[in-house]
């Protein structure tokens, strides 16, 4: 009878265990945006059994070999992404374009999900593309909104596998947000530059040209803008220069300036200047800057983009004439 007893206890208390790891597992996969692979779920002592009588009366999904979707769960663009690294037999983050965009380096939109690991068991997986990567070390990667990402620094480095035009933006877009410095930028590439290593030949011009800049800009046509210039081999000019009367009272801030020449130099982007106040504005501070005796250029991004020549000629020109 107390044998009986003792059992009945057993069992109900294995019971509640099960039920505890269950709960402890779904609160590991929530963090995940549902997902949890055969390791997590061992680590909470469910077995491979259990897994599988779970999967069969539909408590989870599985997404692919050893990894699986709490029911209920939201089906989405980061489970997906979640469930990529999950599924690499070893250290493994979301990388290159994808990463690019959960960082907000880029913002072309999730078009694909990258990812890259240590050693890939060259198994398909369908929409996804997996770089393998000799150099690839735990300090690269960082848990962000639920999802081992590479790190911004890392990021913009294999981004120089793409476009070196959208390395450049997403370049300066971390600068600007704060997400790397160029030093960090600079020491990683040290440690997995490569003779072969792909992206390298984009990154270090990238990375050479903003030596050349101490400051940073405050947006993306301003970077455009800087750009231009130092292609077309014209002197840099200073960027948000302030300019005040002569006894000290401010006047406004220009995107850029040369003081010496006297050229202010102002980028007026449509999210922020075509507004009827900030136009207003706008003229109001140009006109006290022309009185004071500086030259003020204004151009858009059309002009920047479209006739890129022709903006070099006028500030070369107006250089020249100062």
């Known amino acids: 009878m107390f044998t009986g007893i003792a059992t009945d206890v057993v069992g109900v208390h294995g019971c509640v265990m099960a039920e505890h790891n269950h709960e402890a597992l779904g609160v590991c996969a929530a963090s995940q945006h549902g997902v949890f692979s055969r390791t997590d779920a061992q680590s909470f002592g469910i077995s491979d059994g259990v897994l599988r009588y779970r999967v069969g009366i539909g408590m989870y999904r599985q997404l692919a070999p050893g990894v699986y979707a709490v029911i209920g769960s939201v089906e989405s663009v980061r489970q997906r992404i979640s469930a990529a690294v999950k599924s690499m037999p070893s250290l493994a983050a979301v990388s290159h374009q994808t990463a690019a965009e959960l960082w907000g380096l880029t913002d072309r939109g999730i078009r694909s999900i990258e990812v890259v690991t240590t050693r890939w068991d060259r198994v398909k997986r369908i929409g996804v593309t997996v770089h393998e990567s000799l150099d690839l070390m735990l300090e690269d990667i960082v848990h962000h909104d639920g999802l081992a990402v590479t790190s911004p620094a890392r990021t913009v480095v294999?981004?120089?596998?793409?476009?070196?035009?959208?390395?450049?933006?997403?370049?300066?877009?971390?600068?600007?947000?704060?997400?790397?410095?160029?030093?960090?930028?600079?020491?990683?590439?040290?440690?997995v530059a490569r003779r072969g290593r792909r992206g390298v030949g984009v990154i270090r011009?990238?990375?050479?040209?903003?030596r050349r800049w101490d400051t940073s800009t405050e947006s993306a046509l301003e970077d455009d803008f800087r750009n231009l210039l130092?292609?077309?081999?014209?002197?840099?000019?200073?960027?948000?220069?302030?300019?005040?009367?002569?006894?000290?009272?401010?006047?406004?801030?220009?995107?850029?300036?040369?003081?010496?020449?006297?050229?202010?130099?102002?980028?007026?982007?449509?999210?922020?200047?075509?507004?009827?106040?900030?136009?207003?504005?706008?003229?109001?501070?140009?006109?006290?800057?022309?009185?004071?005796?500086?030259?003020?250029?204004?151009?858009?991004?059309?002009?920047?983009?479209?006739?890129?020549?022709?903006?070099?000629?006028?500030?070369a020109a107006a250089l020249e004439q100062a």
């Open 205 to 210: 011009p990238v990375i050479e040209k903003r």
């Open 230 to 315: 130092d292609d077309e081999g014209i002197r840099p000019p200073q960027p948000q220069y302030v300019v005040k009367e002569a006894d000290g009272r401010f006047v406004c801030r220009a995107d850029f300036a040369y003081p010496l020449e006297r050229l202010l130099i102002e980028l007026d982007s449509e999210a922020h200047h075509l507004d009827r106040m900030t136009f207003r504005r706008d003229r109001s501070k140009q006109n006290r800057a022309v009185v004071l005796g500086w030259t003020v250029l204004r151009y858009t991004w059309w002009d920047v983009h479209e006739r890129p020549s022709q903006v070099c000629t006028e500030v």
């Open 158 to 191: 294999d981004l120089g596998a793409s476009n070196k035009w959208i390395v450049e933006a997403a370049f300066e877009r971390g600068i600007r947000h704060g997400l790397f410095t160029l030093a960090e930028v600079e020491q990683l590439l040290m440690r």
